[in-house]
């Protein structure tokens, strides 16, 4: 509806038609009003008018039916309420510093016989206040839960509270809470801190159809947690008489410092070459007396933490792989793919292997079989036996041939 993007002390007529009493005798006889929409502190216009009268006056009631005016003549003492027009077709009055008591049903009289009337619905909407958002602890700690809620007064019809963390909607949880003729809006978000909603912004947004933009709060979390240490070192492979540097980065709030550095659990040999600047240290020429584990150690009030690099230097001469070996986290040969190709291998030997003897098998006994076909068919062992010895006889011949 156009009464949505109202400003102050401005009047919209609503789009509807006026409100009319069924009408008794000639149309131009008959009071017309218009429906009015005004903001909470504005003014408003109440209009009736008649296309033809003849001498009759008009008179303007309020909700309680009180006479504002009867005609030209005032007849309530409120000094909000004025005379702008008055003839025989018209009679226009102007409410200044509307209130929400003003809402409701007015009434525009035509003295005819019998009296004409004509309403006219006054809505007064509540301009809603700033939000304000509640629960900030500063600073929160990792692992707290908070409730953030953002509250909003004296808006009518009641404000929708949307809330952002940083540009991305979320959902929060709604109350609303009447207080007289406007209402009370709050939403409130409740989660678990952790140090990903350090420096998060959370904004609450108040919507209405009195507003033309909605109003906006924003509170930034700042979030305090214990260190977490790692080590971040030169690309190259360590050789004797290089430069090489290690940096210790500690994530923390408040951020870890200072940081201390030792090698294999004591301090560092070498000052001279071993230079320590804030979170770096800087070997300026190496040798294989730097071998060893090097650890950051930093704090804060919630805690302490450590990082560790171990550093293997290497011949001057040597050829050396293309990534530094030392790199903490380097990826190694998967022994578990290893394990499992084999296993794979093994299973598929041993398969041949069976399958390979059951063939040979089976060619055994079909030889076995040939060499005594012709004997079973023998009346008696001696038959047998010579049939047998045919057939040996008939091999060799056949082998005898085939050579």
Same mark, same amino acid.
């Given at each position: ?129 700033? @939000?304000? %958002? ?7 700690? /990792?692992?707290?839960?908070?409730? #953030?809620?953002? *509250?909003?007064? !004296? ?113 560092? @040999?070498? %000052? ?7 979170? /770096?240290?800087?070997?300026?020429? #190496?040798?294989? *007396?730097?071998? !060893? ?111």
């Amino acid at each position: 509806m156009e009464q949505a993007r109202l400003g102050i002390g401005h009047v919209a007529a609503l789009n509807s038609p006026p409100l009319l009493s069924p009408p008794t005798g000639g149309q131009g006889q008959f009071p017309i009003t218009q429906n009015v929409t005004v903001l909470e502190g504005g003014q408003a216009n109440m209009t009736c008018r008649v296309d033809y009268n003849d001498n009759t006056s008009l008179q303007w009631s309020n909700p309680a039916q009180q006479t504002l005016f009867f005609g030209d003549k005032k007849a309530l003492r409120d000094n909000r309420i004025e005379l702008v027009r008055a003839s025989w077709q018209e009679l226009t009055i102007r409410i200044s510093d509307v209130s929400l008591s003003d809402e409701g049903q007015y009434t525009c009289s035509l003295f005819t016989m019998p009296v004409k009337t004509t309403k006219a619905f006054l809505t007064v909407l509540g301009v809603p206040g700033r @939000p304000e %958002i509640t629960g900030f602890t500063k600073p929160a700690l /990792e692992g707290d839960s908070i409730t #953030l809620t953002c *509250t909003t007064l !004296g808006s009518k019809p009641a404000a929708t509270i949307r809330w952002f963390r940083n540009d991305k909607e979320v959902q929060g949880s709604k109350e609303v809470n009447a207080t007289g003729k406007s209402f009370v809006v709050k939403s409130s978000l409740r989660f678990q801190v952790d140090r990903r909603e350090d420096g998060v912004a959370y904004t609450c947004s108040v919507e209405h159809v009195s507003l033309p933009t909605p109003y906006m709060t924003t509170e930034v979390l700042e979030v305090h947690y214990a260190p977490q240490l790692d080590i971040a070192h030169s690309q190259i492979i360590p050789q004797e008489g290089q430069y090489f540097k290690l940096e210790c980065g500690p994530k923390g709030n408040p951020k870890p410092d200072p940081v201390f550095w030792t090698k294999d659990g004591g301090e560092l @040999p070498d %000052i001279e070459r071993m230079i320590v600047e804030g979170r /770096e240290l800087t070997i300026t020429s #190496l040798n294989k *007396t730097d071998n !060893g584990t090097y650890r950051c150690e930093a704090s804060n009030y919630l805690g302490t933490s450590s990082a560790e690099y171990v550093l293997f230097v290497y011949a001057k001469d040597y050829p050396g792989p293309t990534t530094d070996p030392n790199a903490l986290g380097q990826a190694g040969p998967d022994h578990a793919l290893i394990g499992g190709v084999v296993a794979v291998v093994v299973f598929i030997t041993l398969c041949l292997i069976i399958v390979l003897g059951r063939y040979l098998a089976r060619h055994k006994g079909t030889y076995l079989t040939h060499e005594a076909k012709g004997a079973e068919d023998a009346p008696d062992a001696d038959t047998a036996i010579i049939n047998a010895e045919g057939n040996h006889v008939h091999a060799e011949e056949k082998k005898e041939y085939f050579i």
